[in-house]
């Protein structure tokens, strides 16, 4: 009779409960979050053999776009000066195809060059060292980029801290196809931990020029300083110059067009001894009122090529060239036989 009984009670709580179990409420899934940024593969810009954190100075340097007489599908020539003795290491960064042409000073030591950008990136110039790597995401390669495309942030931080083991000093920024490093008139950006540099007088407009040669009318130059004319100094001489926009610097492009136009001319091709000399030299377009003094003889000679509408300088040194491009002819000691007279 109780165990009726209880089985009678058991069914009724059953009944009363509905005779199952509740279910629980379906709890709606969280939406995915967006995806963590990739890692940058770094294992393609690191210097072979370079022992890090570079020493001395590190600068960048910003190419920025091209300019409006840049060609499509041709390289943008950019131009760095440096005139800061010691060790300099550099950050060369820009997001198209360019030549990044380094001249250092004799007091200047490079220990490392790194140029980078979405469209290949080419270094040139003299006493650069071996450390130099050449890095472009179009070659495939992750860690080749243009760093400066979101400011000077965290990613350029990082870029510096990766490929040289320690933060940049500064970020300079190219106007018309030129830069100069350690030239008190420029003003580089400081880095973003940095305490704000002290004011700087402006700097001179450098004369626009196109990033391939170009034919250019003469045009005065503006007075050497009296520092750099009185002490006769060719670095002074020419950086005054570059300054004032009497001359820019060629490259090996002008000398071709040269030796195309010598032999264009009658002459014999040179040989490939003194095409190497005349290339090894350093070499200026004249497109305004300058005098090849004493200042370029011996180890300071150069090359000065002169544009058909351009004005060929007196030349006054012991060693120094002057190629004029309307008739291939030269100038100056050492020069290679002229073109028959015709």
Not at 84 to 93: D, Q, R
Not at 145 to 163: K, T
Request: glycine residues 10%.
């Amino acid at each position: 009779m109780r165990a009726s009984l209880s089985l009678s009670l058991l069914l009724l709580l059953l009944s009363a409960c509905g005779g199952e179990a509740p279910t629980p409420e379906t709890v709606p899934s969280a939406a995915p979050g967006p995806a963590p940024a990739a890692a940058v593969d770094w294992s393609r810009c690191r210097f072979p053999g370079l022992s890090l954190p570079v020493p001395g100075r590190l600068f960048v340097v910003d190419g920025g776009a091209p300019g409006e007489n840049a060609e499509p599908g041709r390289e943008t020539i950019r131009r760095v000066d440096i005139l800061v003795p010691g060790p300099v290491s550099l950050l060369l960064t820009a997001p198209d195809a360019s030549v990044w042409l380094v001249r250092p000073s004799p007091q200047t030591r490079i220990g490392a060059i790194f140029a980078s950008g979405d469209q290949p990136q080419r270094i040139t110039g003299q006493a650069l060292g071996p450390s130099r790597l050449e890095r472009s995401q179009s070659a495939g390669d992750d860690c080749g980029r243009y760093w400066m495309a979101q400011g000077s942030g965290p990613e350029l931080a990082q870029a510096s801290e990766q490929v040289f083991g320690r933060r940049y000093d500064a970020v300079h920024t190219m106007r018309n196809g030129r830069v100069i490093i350690g030239d008190s008139a420029e003003a580089p950006v400081p880095r973003v931990d940095a305490a704000p540099a002290a004011p700087v007088r402006a700097s001179p407009e450098p004369a626009s020029e196109s990033p391939v040669s170009e034919q250019a009318a003469p045009r005065p130059a503006a007075p050497l300083p009296a520092s750099a004319a009185a002490a006769g100094n060719s670095e002074a001489l020419v950086l005054d110059a570059l300054k004032s926009g009497a001359l820019r610097y060629a490259h090996q492009g002008d000398l071709k067009r040269w030796m195309e136009r010598r032999e264009e001319m009658g002459a014999e091709p040179l040989n490939p001894a003194v095409v190497a000399r005349l290339r090894a030299m350093p070499s200026y377009i004249v497109v305004g009122s300058f005098t090849v003094g004493p200042a370029f003889s011996g180890p300071r000679a150069a090359l000065f090529l002169v544009e058909p509408r351009g004005e060929a300088p007196p030349n006054l040194s012991d060693g120094s060239l002057v190629l004029t491009m309307a008739l291939g002819g030269c100038d100056g000691t050492g020069c290679p036989p002229p073109p028959p007279p015709r």
